[in-house]
């Protein structure tokens, strides 16, 4: 009876221990890190890195042109108080802080040596309309929080390198329609010509500037650009605005590169006529054929290796790159005179392709278009494709990278011993700060899980211990960077 009794105790022990398991398996999964010793909290500045860093974004989300919604667009009057808050933070950190004539925001530590070359952290504090609170904000959240936590354990001024954080002052290219006005200008890759661009009150980037105390010329302008020279490297942090590292149950990941992007405007003209008289055999239709042509964009860029031809320009490992990483979007079509009666006279549609390989993203265009071509002359309608945008892949840096990732599995180590996957690399298919900054220096990018893969909509969410993981994956690059 007794042994029976026994028996029964550590069955029911043994479940409870399993189920126990299981719940902190499944609480594991939910937040990424697992259980975090209490007595290591001290070491691991939660408060500054957790604690405060998501305070802080969430006071930043409220502050906004938009009632009800966010939004914060290039030097506007909400872009302009975020300034003053972020500069508050900057100087709580005992950073240097300065506003530069394109409206970035500086916050620099000389460190040890002031003379040596910098490392420079940063991201946008910029959104699209009805944003999100992390994009963008959480690299600068992040690195002031890692820097603060450095000053307060009188490490700051220790450190082997100056260090520069900034907060551009636009990446979205919302209300100018062009991106990367603030890293743009530090990289040196903006032309003096873009303070004469507008926007659509016919307001110019120059005139913006003149509103906000920021007088700049054509000279002061290009004065913007950084001295290589100066510059060790940059670094972002960034929310994954994809499904990836929460498909894989991982809080940070390391960017291996940023895909290319083109962005191609077609327009597909037809035979304007009445809907109920015009039979099916005799009809120049640009809306069937527009409707045939996006087709075939969605099916090549699914299955590339299917329609592209080897040779010098595309290779075996160029199809074979373009087979993980291309991706292809009509985001955009409009019709004329789009009535429900009438065939329609005109097509138009925006098709954006991107890819991490150059060569294979134009082959992918050649091909394309050869094709579109090939089913309008077909179809007897009319094409013109126009190139609107392009930019180039880019690879981060392999010495950055490594040390991100280093930086990125010590953190996670400092919050759960027992880590034994190792910090995934993933593609970035979104621009980034990080594009216009490799045209300066070395770039490396860390990404930041967030809910779903969502991005550019009030739906964005990131995790607290997430956010501090974030953190202190930079505190890490920052104790160790050379």
Not at 115 to 144: K, N, P, R
Not at 182 to 206: C, H, M, N
Request: proline letters at 2%; charged letters at 20%.
């Amino acid at each position: 009876m007794a042994y029976s009794t026994i028996a029964t105790f550590n069955n029911c022990f043994i479940l409870f221990c399993f189920f126990f398991c299981l719940s902190s398996h499944a609480s594991s999964m939910c937040s990424g890190i697992g259980t975090v010793d209490l007595e290591k909290s001290d070491d691991l500045f939660t408060q500054i890195l957790r604690d405060e860093a998501v305070a802080r974004l969430y006071e930043l989300g409220k502050v906004s042109d938009g009632s009800g919604y966010l939004e914060r667009t290039f030097l506007s009057p909400a872009s302009v108080r975020a300034i003053d808050v972020i500069r508050k933070w900057m100087e709580d950190a005992n950073l240097r802080t300065w506003v530069d004539q394109m409206g970035n925001l500086h916050g620099r530590v000389d460190g040890a040596n002031a003379s040596a070359e910098a490392l420079l952290i940063g991201s946008h504090m910029d959104t699209v309309v009805d944003a999100g609170i992390f994009d963008g904000a959480l690299g600068i959240v992040s690195a002031i929080s890692a820097l603060k936590a450095l000053h307060i354990n009188g490490k700051l001024q220790k450190l082997r390198r100056p260090v520069e954080v900034i907060a551009f002052s636009d990446e979205e290219g919302v209300r100018f329609q062009t991106t990367f006005l603030g890293s743009g200008a530090i990289a040196g890759i903006l032309p003096a010509t873009t303070l004469g661009v507008s926007d659509k009150r016919d307001v110019t980037i120059e005139s913006v500037l003149k509103e906000n105390s920021l007088e700049v010329t054509k000279e002061s302008f290009l004065q913007l650009k950084y001295d290589s020279k100066s510059v060790w490297g940059y670094v972002e942090v960034h929310i994954e605005q994809g499904p990836v590292l929460e498909q894989v149950g991982f809080p940070l990941g390391v960017v291996k590169g940023i895909a290319g992007q083109t962005r191609l405007k077609v327009t597909v003209r037809g035979s304007q006529g009445h809907a109920g008289t015009v039979p099916m055999s005799m009809r120049q239709d640009p809306m069937a054929a527009a409707a045939e042509l996006i087709v075939l964009m969605e099916s090549l860029c699914k299955n590339p290796e299917k329609y592209l031809s080897y040779d010098d320009q595309c290779s075996d490992s160029t199809v074979k790159s373009l087979s993980s990483s291309l991706v292809c979007t009509v985001g955009e079509i409009s019709t004329w005179p789009s009535a429900s009666n009438v065939i329609p006279g005109q097509v138009t549609y925006t098709m954006d392709i991107r890819a991490i390989d150059d060569l294979g993203r134009e082959a992918v265009i050649y091909d394309l278009s050869k094709r579109i071509y090939q089913i309008c002359d077909k179809r007897s309608v009319s094409c013109i494709i126009e190139h609107k945008h392009d930019a180039g892949a880019v690879i981060c840096d392999s010495e950055l990278s490594s040390q991100l990732k280093s930086a990125a599995y010590s953190a996670l180590r400092r919050m759960e011993d027992d880590i034994q996957v190792e910090v995934p690399t993933l593609m970035s298919g979104a621009g980034h700060d990080a594009m216009a900054m490799s045209h300066l220096t070395k770039v490396g990018m860390l990404f930041v899980r967030c809910r779903g893969g969502i991005s550019h909509s009030p739906q964005e969410h990131v995790l607290d211990n997430d956010i501090w993981a974030a953190g202190l994956a930079i505190l890490s690059l920052l104790e160790n960077i050379q």
